[in-house]
């Protein structure tokens, strides 16, 4: 150990980086689905269709619970990394996820060949963030080595916090039947009728 401290802004700058980043998803992603997800369907027909259906019905207000029960998770890490001065193990891959979910956006956008939501916070923000704060977890000698299962790790941890995040939002909402019940909203606006 170096000796150096790991500072609040290394830790508590997760959430920082993280609010910055969701701002821009918050701001663009409904209306980016609803423009997009009908020449996407077109383009990536492997995709299967209950994930194109989902993003169609996706409002504004699911997709901002979503994003404040995601903003709980953060947190939580950012507080369990500033408690144990970086050394959380929660904090340390939420870091890692979080930067591996910048490479993921900016992917997305290379897949689609422009804009994704996300993506011009992500090689602005997320990443600069990541490696910096990486960097200081090294210098103070508590960054715990990264391996290669912790590629595969961090991403699927990120997506299924992902996923929970918009099962509570929808639960919180009252359309807690996961899309495909009796009462989902189709994306005309009108109700399924029961089988």
């Known amino acids: 150990m170096t000796g150096e401290r790991v500072g609040g802004a290394v830790t508590w700058g997760l959430l920082g980086a993280w609010v910055v980043h969701d701002l821009e ?7 980016w689905l609803r423009r997009n ?36 998770v953060v947190g939580t890490a950012a507080a369990a ?19 591996l979910h910048g490479v993921m956006h900016m992917a997305q956008a290379a897949a689609v060949r ?22 200081r977890l090294r210098k103070a000698g508590v960054l715990r080595p990264a391996r290669p299962r912790d590629a595969v790790a961090g991403p699927a941890a990120t997506a299924a916090a992902t996923v929970a995040s918009h099962v509570v939002a929808r639960r919180l909402l009252g359309r807690g039947d996961g899309g495909g019940g009796r009462h989902a909203a189709r994306h005309d606006g009108s109700a399924r009728r029961p089988s």
Not at 25 to 31: D, H, N, Q, R, S
Not at 43 to 71: I, K, L, Y
Request: net charge positive.
């Open 37 to 72: 997800v009908p020449e996407l369907r077109k383009r990536f027909p492997q995709v299967p269709e209950g994930v194109w259906r989902r993003a169609e019905t996706m409002g504004a207000a699911e997709f901002a619970t979503a994003v404040g029960v995601m903003g709980a």
């Open 25 to 31: 998803e918050l701001a663009t992603v409904p209306g």
């Open 81 to 99: 990394g500033r408690l144990t001065g970086g050394r959380s193990g929660f904090y340390q891959s939420a870091l890692t996820g979080f930067g």
């Open 114 to 135: 422009g804009y994704t939501p996300g993506s011009v916070t992500s090689p602005l923000v997320v990443l600069p963030f990541t490696l910096w704060a990486r960097g």
